[in-house]
């Protein structure tokens, strides 16, 4: 029923743009609280940012200032907004959020290569 799906991964050079995008469907989107984590290679899944349903945002300390997420109801649609990038970047990102349970609901994450 909960649906997250990512797009607009891809390779981009260092000091490069790229914007992420995840659709959801079997939520009410507009209620929800939304976030973005990244796992890079040999590392653990890391949040990177948040939004609520207020589009309050939080960031984590190596995105802030680069990053930013924002949100479209209207299309049921979160996005990350990427400038600047480093190859520290370079990780899958995954968009995630809480069901009505606690659950938590992951899309498939779409890889983001940071790389000259």
């Known amino acids: 029923q909960v649906q997250l799906v990512e797009s607009g991964g891809g390779l981009v050079q260092p000091g490069g743009s790229l914007r992420l995008s995840c659709a959801a469907s079997?939520?009410?989107?507009?209620?929800?609280?939304m976030d973005w984590y990244r796992q890079a290679p040999g590392k653990e899944r890391e949040l990177v940012a948040h939004?609520?349903?207020?589009?309050?945002?939080q960031y984590a300390d190596s995105v802030r200032g680069r990053f930013t997420i924002s949100r479209d109801n209207a299309k049921n649609t979160v996005y990350l907004q990427m400038i600047s990038l480093k190859p520290e970047d370079t990780a899958v990102y995954y968009c995630?959020?809480?069901?009505?349970?606690?659950?938590?609901?992951w899309g498939k994450g779409t890889l983001v290569t940071v790389s000259s």
């Open positions: 939004i609520t349903s207020e589009r309050r945002t």
């Open positions: 995630h959020t809480k069901g009505r349970s606690g659950m938590d609901y």
């Open positions: 079997g939520i009410i989107f507009s209620l929800n609280a």
